[in-house]
């Protein structure tokens, strides 16, 4: 199963005149942050469509830009450094498990 296969079946997925609504932003807006890479909406007939997750991220730019006065070159580190630490705090829980597992063996 791709994971265009699993997003479809599991989130419900907005059009971008929706998901313009729900951010409080311009469509294109939304085809800007696509372009710059910070969401990648799936695509439904050739139509762009985001699930709950891009419509988050999508806030999360919003209060960035709107609320802090962050440009989007500062977006696009503040997200990769979000991104990193998503995937360290994953890397963590691992190697945490390991050394519990491990550790309650030697017992």
Same mark, same amino acid.
């Given at each position: 199963?791709?994971?265009?296969?699993?997003?479809?079946?599991?989130?419900?997925?907005?059009?971008?005149?929706?998901?313009?609504?729900?951010?409080?932003c311009h469509p294109h807006t939304l085809r800007l942050y696509e372009?710059?890479?910070?969401?990648?909406?799936?695509?439904?007939?050739?139509?762009?469509?985001?699930?709950?997750?891009?419509?988050?991220?999508?806030?999360?730019?919003?209060?960035?830009?709107?609320?802090?006065?962050?440009?989007?070159?500062?977006? *696009?580190?503040?997200?990769?450094?979000?991104?990193?630490?998503? *995937?360290?705090?994953?890397?963590? *829980?691992?190697?945490?498990?390991?050394?519990?597992?491990?550790?309650?063996?030697?017992?």
């Open positions: 199963m791709t994971r265009q296969d699993k997003r479809e079946r599991e989130e419900p997925l907005f059009f971008i005149g929706m998901a313009a609504k729900i951010t409080k372009q710059m890479g910070f969401v990648k909406p799936l695509r439904k007939g050739g139509k762009r469509v985001y699930s709950f997750q891009d419509i988050a991220r999508i806030k999360v730019i919003r209060t960035l830009t709107q609320e802090f006065g962050v440009n989007l070159a500062g977006v *696009e580190i503040i997200l990769n450094l979000m991104e990193r630490i998503r *995937e360290l705090e994953k890397e963590f *829980e691992k190697e945490s498990t390991i050394i519990f597992e491990e550790g309650s063996e030697q017992e």
